[in-house]
Structure formats: structure tokens, C-alpha cells
């Protein structure tokens, strides 16, 4: 029998046209706003140990957030991107993982980092650019990545992260490890030609890799009416022949089931699986934006009401896990940490000018070396153009 043709299709002999109403789509939901657990949910595997830690994730980034954005106010950093509203998806998914899976983000998910165990010093070097970033201050704030956690460092391009995912979960198989790639992208960047390569890629390698989308209702400003017909993204999946859910984002107990059954059945059955994580971007999609030009207050305050960090505290406050002291002092000790550091790390000096054109060759070229040479002349001309140099010319 051809490819082109199946054992299990269904024959026709009158004109009969599919469209996005053709399939429904059903939605994976396990914790209700209360944080009551729906009739007939099946839990995912979590104990208190585990959502402590999530929970301790949530609240680190809900006050990094509400501190980094105030600074960039300030002008203390240039830029900053928060993750509010968007936890559950990211924490719950990164939850899911083994340590050695590597995450590739788009530029949202420090959450999963966080998770991973990058530090509130790390965070606050990576920020402000300084002398002891691992990125030797080369990227924009919230371009995070660390070769020692398995997160490899943000890109600013849109989508790039996605055939490259492919790559990385393709050659967990090739060297026969029980290893999965996860990569996060919004349902904006599922509109960049780089989502098709990469998804039927995978599809075709049959790479394990969990392609997890956080469909927040926005490409910055543009809602999703404006961006696709389809039935969301979750339609693509079964297009390209990949095991394909769709999940409430806000819900932490559902991403967690999700994303811990797409990860097994990646690993058992070397292929892709797509996520659909439906949430919604309770703040600006950057300290660059104004959300009030596109969205209404009302609308905003409707997703208020599934705010997945305090759906979860509910949750966790009903399994008699969490009390609101302990909330309120995990809060207040974030706060002070976060500050303090945030103090330490806009005082360092920048990175030396030299380690500019390090890493990029194995021994810098002709070319890079006078270009650093013409750059040096340039800022010993202009000190204020690199500001904070402290000599380190």
C-alpha cells in the first residue's frame, strides 16, 4: 500500500471538507480555582517534598519579577521580560524533567532555571551585565543559560530555539540516552517558519523532544484572532504526526501530569510530543510594552481569578502542606535576599574588554583582534560609552 494512503481511512463518494471545527480539541484539567481538585481527576505523581519546591520556584519568581521590573524603572538595568502568570506552565513542565534533559526557552521561562537551581547571585550577574556573568556580559538582561543546569542560554531571534531542539533530542538517540529536549515557545513564534521545519523534523527523525507551547492569548500585541484560523496549535500536531495535548497552563497539577507523561512516552517511543499550555501573560510582554493600548482592564482582571501561583497555594494550603505564615515569610525572605544581591551585583565592574572575542574560535582571528584593537582606540576616545569599565580596558 502507498504511503499516501492508510489501513484506517475513511472512504467517501460524496464532496465532504474538513475544518477547524472538524476536530474538538479537549482540555486536561486536574485543580479547580479553589483548589479543590476536580471529580474523577487523576493526580500526577508529586509528594509534599516536590511541591514545596515548585511552590518555592513560584515564589522566587513572582518577587524577582516584581523586584527586576522595578529596577529597569529605575534605570537600574536596561530590560526585563517577567513571567508572571505563566508559572504553572513553565514550573510544572520543568517539574516533569530529569536533570539531564536539556531545556532550550524562548525568553520567559526563568522559572525553569530558577527550578534547576540557578542562584539569586547568578540571576543578578546576568542582569547587570557584570564581571562574574556567565554570558560575559555579551547578551541582553534575561538572556540566561548555563551549561552545568542543561539550559541552553536564550537567543534573542524568535523561534531559532525550536529545529534546534530537534537537533539536541535527535542526537540523545543517536547516542542512546534515555534523555529528552524541551522547548519552550509562545504561540506567536509558532507562526515563524522555523516551527514547521523543526516540528516535522522531529516528526520524521523521530526525535524525543517535547515541544511546549504557552499560548497566551498575545504576540506581544497582537491577539491570536489575528495570527492564525486554526483551532489553536494543538491542530498542528497530529498534521505532522506527533502525540499531541492540549492543557489548562494555569493549572499546575495538569501541566505536571502533561508534561510527565509526554516525557515518558518520548523517551519509550523515540518521538516528539507537542504541548499546548492555554495561560495568559497577567503583565506587559516586556518592560518595553503597554498592555493597556491592546487588552482591557477587564480582561485582565478575568484571568486575575486563575492565577496559577495562587491556585496552587490553595491547594498545597488544603493538603495541610502550606499556612499563610509560611507564605508570607518565604516571601518577605525573597525580598530581602533579592535586594541585597541586586545591591552587591550593580557594583561589580564589567567583564575585561578581551573575553569579547573569547570563545568564539578556538584561537581569535586576524580580523577579531583588530577589531578589538580599533574598539579599544574607540573607548579610550569615548570612556562614557562603556560605562562602569572601571579601567578594565
Not at 531571534?157 to 540523545?172: E, H, K, R
Not at 500536531?237 to 507523561?261: E, K, S
Request: glycine share 8%; hydrophobic share 35%.
Amino acid at each position: 500500500m502507498s504511503n499516501a494512503t492508510s489501513d484506517n481511512e475513511t472512504i467517501v463518494h460524496r464532496v465532504s471538507f474538513l475544518d477547524r471545527d472538524s476536530v474538538n480539541i479537549p482540555i486536561l484539567k486536574v485543580l479547580q480555582a479553589d483548589g479543590t481538585v476536580y471529580d474523577n481527576a487523576v493526580l500526577p505523581a508529586i509528594d509534599e517534598a516536590l511541591a514545596h519546591r515548585i511552590y518555592d520556584t513560584c515564589v522566587f519568581t513572582r518577587v524577582l519579577d516584581e523586584r527586576m521590573l522595578g529596577a529597569q524603572r529605575q534605570g537600574r538595568i536596561s530590560f526585563y521580560m517577567t513571567c508572571t502568570g505563566e508559572e504553572a506552565s513553565i514550573i510544572g513542565s520543568t517539574a516533569s524533567l530529569d536533570d539531564g534533559d536539556v531545556i532550550l526557552a524562548q525568553y520567559r521561562e526563568h522559572a525553569a532555571i530558577r527550578y534547576r537551581g540557578f542562584t539569586t547571585e547568578q540571576f543578578m550577574n546576568q542582569l547587570f551585565s557584570n564581571e562574574k556573568d556567565l554570558g560575559k556580559g555579551r547578551q541582553m538582561p534575561i538572556h540566561y543559560g548555563s551549561a552545568e543546569l542543561n539550559y541552553q542560554t536564550i537567543s534573542s531571534p524568535l523561534a531559532t530555539q525550536i529545529p534546534q531542539a530537534t537537533g539536541v533530542g535527535y542526537s540523545f538517540k543517536m547516542q542512546g540516552k534515555r534523555n529528552i529536549a524541551i522547548c519552550y515557545f509562545g504561540e506567536g513564534a509558532a507562526s515563524e517558519g522555523d516551527f514547521h521545519a523543526g516540528l516535522n523534523m522531529a516528526a520524521v527523525l523521530k526525535s524525543p523532544t517535547i515541544f511546549f507551547c504557552r499560548n497566551n492569548g498575545y504576540a506581544i500585541s497582537t491577539p491570536t484572532s489575528e495570527q492564525f484560523c486554526g483551532n489553536g496549535i494543538a491542530s498542528r500536531g497530529p498534521g505532522y504526526g506527533i502525540h499531541t495535548i492540549r492543557v489548562d497552563g494555569n493549572d499546575m497539577l495538569a501541566v505536571l501530569a502533561a508534561t510527565q507523561q509526554a516525557r515518558a512516552y518520548a523517551v519509550e517511543n523515540h518521538s516528539p510530543v507537542l504541548i499546548e499550555a492555554m495561560t495568559y501573560r497577567l503583565g506587559a510582554h516586556s518592560s518595553s510594552d503597554d498592555p493597556s493600548g491592546y487588552r482591557s482592564k477587564d480582561e485582565e482582571a478575568k484571568w486575575q481569578q486563575h492565577d496559577p501561583v495562587k491556585r496552587f497555594k490553595l491547594w498545597m494550603i488544603n493538603k495541610g502542606w502550606l499556612t499563610e505564615k509560611q507564605d508570607a515569610e518565604m516571601y518577605d525572605k525573597y525580598r530581602k535576599e533579592i535586594l541585597a544581591e541586586l545591591k552587591i551585583a550593580e557594583k561589580l565592574p564589567m567583564s575585561m574588554l578581551d573575553t569579547i572575542i573569547e570563545d568564539v574560535y578556538d584561537t581569535p582571528t586576524p580580523r577579531l583582534k583588530q577589531q578589538l584593537t580599533d574598539l579599544k582606540k574607540h573607548l579610550k576616545k569615548y570612556p562614557d560609552s562603556y560605562p562602569n569599565s572601571k579601567g578594565r580596558l
